[in-house]
């Protein structure tokens, strides 16, 4: 199979690792970032580095890797999409419904397919290609990405033609995961206030309620308050737990646990963990429960 040629946006620790998955795949890659340093380690690969946003957009196919809304907003320029050649823009990044709405209208007056396909996984994952994609669009331009779907990910997950609704889902799971690690954190510091062990207590839930990996892998931080190195840091947790209760108030959907979860991150943040892994919840619970720092 012929390679595709493809722009690519967003260069943080999760778009490295797709990127490099794309030219394992024999994928041609037009890189664009706004520091240097990540462009050079891909150019380093075999990836061009492109001089300006729009020569990415003259790409066959645009890939977008980007941290939340205003981020994306860069990429909803009309004059950008109007001078734009490319046939589709593949947007991964974990946006609001709102926002993604609003991209389908803007790339459909240009011309230009969309899809939605936000991941699930860590940096490691997204370097070893094995992520889990959650896919929406419109099933031609679905057809024309999925190549590069197979390059970055393990299995894709499709969620039926509106690119909203791969970003509704991914928000629900990362509202879910977010729930997970408080109720973790929660559990943790009961068991820890009458004696026993945290480690001894993820061990045993993680192999026998709870298999799987976010409660054997967050689990494990949380027991051992090990926050560092980030794979999701602090302030994107709390932005997807805000996505939620927007999405949830678009909807007249109550999210009781979410506000406790904003709140909680809000702790985090006003203690000085922005930098650590959004597991570094744990560590508010562990001050409401009066453990030791």
């Not at 394992?24 to 890189?31: D, F």
């Not at 950008?80 to 609003?102: C, G, P, W, Y």
């Amino acid at each position: 199979m012929t390679g595709m040629t493809v722009g690519f946006v967003g260069l943080g620790a999760m778009g490295q690792g797709m990127g490099a998955s794309l030219l394992r795949a024999g994928h041609r890659l037009l890189v664009w970032n706004r520091s240097p340093e990540p462009v050079a380690a891909l150019v380093a690969q075999g990836a061009d580095a492109a001089g300006r946003l729009a020569d990415v957009f003259a790409a066959e196919t645009v890939v977008s890797m980007l941290a939340d809304d205003h981020a994306v907003e860069q990429l909803l320029d009309p004059a950008l999409l109007a001078d734009a050649k490319a046939a589709v823009h593949l947007n991964m990044a974990t946006v609001s419904i709102a926002l993604a709405e609003r991209a389908e209208a803007l790339h459909s007056e240009h011309g230009i397919g969309y899809v939605a396909a936000p991941v699930l996984g860590r940096p490691q994952v997204a370097a070893a290609g094995e992520l889990n994609i959650l896919a929406a669009g419109d099933e031609t331009a679905l057809t024309k990405v999925a190549p590069l779907l197979s390059a970055m990910g393990g299995h894709t997950w499709h969620f039926g033609t509106r690119p909203s609704h791969a970003n509704a889902a991914k928000i629900s799971a990362n509202f879910l995961i977010a729930c997970a690690i408080e109720s973790m954190a929660e559990a943790c510091s009961l068991a820890e206030s009458h004696g026993v062990r945290p480690t001894d207590l993820v061990e045993m839930l993680s192999g026998t309620l709870f298999p799987g990996p976010i409660y054997s892998g967050y689990g494990a931080m949380v027991a051992e308050r090990r926050y560092e190195p980030a794979g999701f840091r602090v302030p994107l947790g709390l932005k997807d737990v805000n996505l939620a209760l927007t999405g949830g108030a678009a909807a007249n959907v109550p999210l009781p646990f979410g506000s406790v979860l904003r709140d909680a991150f809000l702790d985090a943040l006003a203690h000085g963990d922005g930098d650590k892994d959004w597991a570094a919840v744990a560590a508010v619970a562990r001050r409401r429960a009066g453990l030791p720092a």
